[in-house]
């Protein structure tokens, strides 16, 4: 959907749909469909270049931050930084294990688990894509000046902010 069409639909249906009887839909729904674009666009950027998907530069970036400096953690850590289920980050790890992307070590502090590491292609394709994830998001606000981006972080950290 583009900027006019969604213009048209909120005005379209403020006079007679409920949901439209608040102000707020017209920040909520530009907020979602913008959020839809960047995702979407993102996500279609990684599978078609790197056959990667949003969860696995995820779980590269979480290794690749770790506090250990060693660009390792537990496959638990992993699935509590990124709100995964166990059995989610276990088919996440074999895919990105099968791509030599991360490998597992012996744990030495529990021999009875694994750590997970990132590797060096780990890390080089971890980078290239977040740097072509940059160029895209700077693509979409290139119409933004810099008075307006800042304008536009600030107006969304308020809303982030709990209220008094």
Request: hydrophobic share 35%.
């Amino acid at each position: 959907m583009d900027v006019k069409e969604l213009k048209s639909h909120l005005n379209n249906y403020e006079s007679d749909s409920p949901c439209m009887k608040s102000d707020l839909t017209k920040v909520t729904l530009p907020l979602f469909v913008l959020y839809d674009k960047l995702l979407t666009t993102i996500n279609k950027m990684l599978h078609e270049k790197y056959k990667l998907t949003n969860t696995e530069i995820d779980v590269l970036s979480s290794l690749r931050h770790s506090d250990s400096g060693e660009y390792k953690l537990s496959p638990t850590k992993l699935y509590e930084r990124l709100l995964f289920s166990s059995g989610g980050m276990t088919k996440v790890l074999k895919k990105l294990e099968n791509k030599n992307y991360i490998k597992r070590l012996n744990n030495p502090d529990d021999g009875r688990s694994k750590l997970v590491q990132l590797t060096q292609s780990g890390e080089d394709i971890l980078v290239e894509a977040i740097n072509d994830i940059i160029i895209m998001e700077e693509d979409m606000f290139n119409h933004l000046d810099k008075e307006d981006r800042e304008g536009l972080s600030r107006l969304l950290f308020k809303a982030l902010e709990p209220p008094l």
